[in-house]
């Protein structure tokens, strides 16, 4: 497989020996690869190999247990315990990624009880983790948020896992809405750059299980790239009767942005994958400065709390009246 893809703000290009890992990477972004492009230009390349041997490691530097330095690259063996051996290199203002799949018998069989999770935990180590630490070179922290169109304008979704994100999201977009993310974004403060994913919804049919009940699945209209939000939306679900949605402080919103990205199973290994890469390389934050890009946004855009109802089926469209009309319902 040879395709191009844009994501968290960056191009990628990617050159995939394995059938197996490039329909894995197909279905982390689906019907975003594209086959034309420049690779002399793309901001990230990935090279997934076919060999199972190891790299080199002599005279190498050791960053921590199964992390090493060897000439300005940083190697992570068995990253994130998915059999992959990463090696990550910055180079001419360019990051290069070359990975192998070296698992042991044991880890193999282990992969095969766990796939689901296995597959989110490869995307994420082989694309979307490296994403997401060389936009943090580039000055941006992810967030666990959604960014989506509104009749309105554009909002930036706030909230842990599991209160309904994902499900204004798709709504959105079956009124003929874009978005630039269900899940993950990144931003310096002002844009938020929408990490490619598949939408992962509850009760969803077909498509490939994901965890938490939830089934993948494209997305029906072309996803935006970027967006500039004007407002940040805190998303609860409660159990009351009523739908709300009242305006509130900066740093309630702030708090919720924060909170919810570092709770996000999503992003529970990339701490340490975005500490080992800053330290062999020097390069960005040694950790993402998530709490300043909240304080940034939320100082600078209206800011809501919106108090769902289990089970209700309000749009996001509806339930920002809410705040404008001062009723719930």
Known sequence: MR????????TVYLECDLDWVADLLRAAAPGEWRAEGDADTADVR???????????????????RGAWLQDDAVVLEDACA??????????????LIRARYRPSFRDTAGKILLSSRFRLVATAVLLNYPLLWWAGVHGR??????????SSGPALLAGPGGVGKSTLVARQLAAGHRAASDNLVVSDGREAFGLAEPLRLAGGRGGRRAPHGRRESGWPVERASLSRPDRVV???????????????????????????TLMAGELRRY????????????????????AAVA????????????????????SLDEVLERARSGVSA
């Open 3 to 10: 395709g191009f893809l844009n994501s968290a703000g960056e």
């Open 141 to 150: 922290a992810p967030l666990h948020a959604s960014s989506v169109a509104t």
């Open 82 to 95: 998915t059999g992959f051996t990463i090696r990550l290199e910055p180079r001419d203002g360019r990051l």
């Open 271 to 290: 701490w340490a994958y975005a500490s080992t890469l800053a330290e062999g390389t020097g390069l960005g934050p040694a950790q993402p400065d998530v």
């Open 46 to 64: 990935l090279v997934v190999e076919s060999s199972r041997a190891a790299f080199p490691n002599a005279r190498a530097m050791v960053l921590t």
């Open 234 to 260: 805190v998303v609860r679900l409660g159990d009351a009767t009523a739908v709300s949605c009242v305006e509130t402080p900066p740093s309630v919103a702030a708090r919720s942005l924060v909170t919810g």
């Open 295 to 314: 304080d940034q946004l939320t100082r600078a855009l209206p800011c809501f709390v919106a108090t769902l109802r289990r089970g209700g089926l309000e």
